[in-house]
């Protein structure tokens, strides 16, 4: 469901699938901890992710708070996926691109 690369200075958490409620608290504890190691950049990759949840807006917003300002974003989301960003008022602070 993920994986990491890091590519330069930026750490890549490329994600696939469906990320739903149970997912996201399987996958929690991992990617925090990524986060956390991580040195520059933090990017959430979502060109293959299919759904998420709330789950993985809380997700965001926790690995968020825990890098830089302005050192996390999440690429590749589908516009139905930009569009629950947007919805949840979540688009300008995660720099949803």
Known sequence: MVKFKQSGAALHCVFRGRLDT????????EVLEQVESAVGAVVFDLEEVEYISSMFFRLCIQ???????GMFSVVNASPEI??????????GMLNVQ
Do not use: Y
């Not at 149970?22 to 504890?29: G, T």
């Not at 690995?63 to 830089?68: C, F, K, P």
């Open 82 to 91: 930009k569009s629950m960003f947007r919805i949840a008022g979540l688009s």
């Open 63 to 69: 690995a968020n708070g825990r890098v830089d300002t």
């Open 22 to 29: 149970p997912v996201c608290q399987a996958l929690e504890e």
